[in-house]
């Protein structure tokens, strides 16, 4: 059993050991030279298998291109054409990912968006972007990754096969040291797949999901941008230095208003007092003489 064991943990490793990493191979002693033949078969079978399979796919396979735009208008309100920019988007199935302005003040003079759009919108799309402003810069790239997409499929499952050759050798008894190496082995093979597999994923959100950059600027230089800005604070300041002189007239108009009323009330109240007073004083006075 130790001695089939050992077979098998040469043939799954020396699979392995054909994805560029011979140190899993390195570390099982080959029990034979009838074994070291069966794994140096089993490694090259797979690589060549994955290739016929690759090449026989792609003449078939529809292109997988990844597609981004750079977009620069000229606006004079770069706010508003980013409002309308997002509902066309979102009108072609599509989402911003992200947008930042630039003011100067509270004068908005600069918009950037980022755009993703299904790829059968993608043209579409960018004419009616183009027809919100004046065109200053337009750049459409693509990228062909339909052989990347291919190779890295493939190699995902040829490490499928892989696991599940691992899987069955530590379902056998057999030493612990070499069970432990499986177990290592396998981990690191599973981390191969999750990384192949995001890539895989990537892939084809980037190709079913095309980019669009969009920047929207002002037609005025920024240095009248500053100027208007600088009068508009002016102004501002002027407007609630005004606003507040008037609201301490105003202040004052309700504080005599009330103090007028209370005064003549006081004094009404007051009025009995001081006459008894003064009149009790004069009784003293006259008694004194």
């Known amino acids: 059993m130790k001695k089939h064991l050992g077979w098998w943990m040469v043939a799954v ?3 392995s050991a054909s994805s560029s990493e011979p140190a899993a191979v390195a570390a099982v002693t080959m029990k034979s030279t ?46 508003k054409l980013s409002e309308h920019a997002s509902q066309i988007v979102r009108a072609a199935g599509g989402f911003v990912l992200d947008a930042n302005m630039e003011a100067t003040g509270t004068v908005v003079h600069q918009a950037v968006m980022q755009l993703r759009v299904p790829e059968p919108a993608f043209e579409q799309t ?8 004046g065109m200053r810069e337009e750049t459409v790239t693509g990228q062909d990754v339909t052989e990347e997409f291919v190779d890295t499929e493939a190699r995902v499952r040829a490490l499928r096969t892989l696991e599940a050759r691992m899987l ?23 981390t191969d797949i999750e990384r192949n597999e995001g890539r895989v994923r990537y892939l084809q959100e980037r190709t079913h999901m095309s980019s669009i950059r969009l920047s929207v600027q002002t037609s005025q230089a920024p240095e009248a941008i500053e100027r208007a800005s600088i009068a508009q604070r002016f102004e501002s300041a002027f407007d ?5 002189g ?12 009330f103090a007028l009323p209370t005064s003549a009330a006081g004094a009404l109240l007051a009025a009995p007092f001081l006459y008894f007073r003064a009149r009790r004083k004069r009784r003293m006075q006259a008694a004194v003489a």
């Not at 530590?170 to 190496?181: F, T, V």
């Open 168 to 190: 069955a050798l530590l379902e056998r008894s057999g030493p612990l040291p070499d069970l432990l190496r499986v177990e290592q082995e396998l981990s690191r093979v599973r």
């Open 246 to 257: 008037v609201t301490l007239v105003q202040l004052g108009i309700v504080g005599v208003g």
């Open 34 to 79: 009838s074994s070291s033949l069966a794994a140096a078969g089993a490694s090259e079978s797979e690589p060549s298998a994955a290739r016929s399979a690759s090449s026989s796919v792609m003449p078939s396979l529809e292109r997988l291109v990844i597609r981004d735009a750079n977009l620069q208008l000229v606006h004079d309100d770069p706010r």
């Open 13 to 15: 490793l020396g699979c």
């Open 240 to 244: 609630m230095g005004t606003g507040a």
């Open 126 to 133: 960018l004419k009616a972007l183009r027809s919100l402003g």
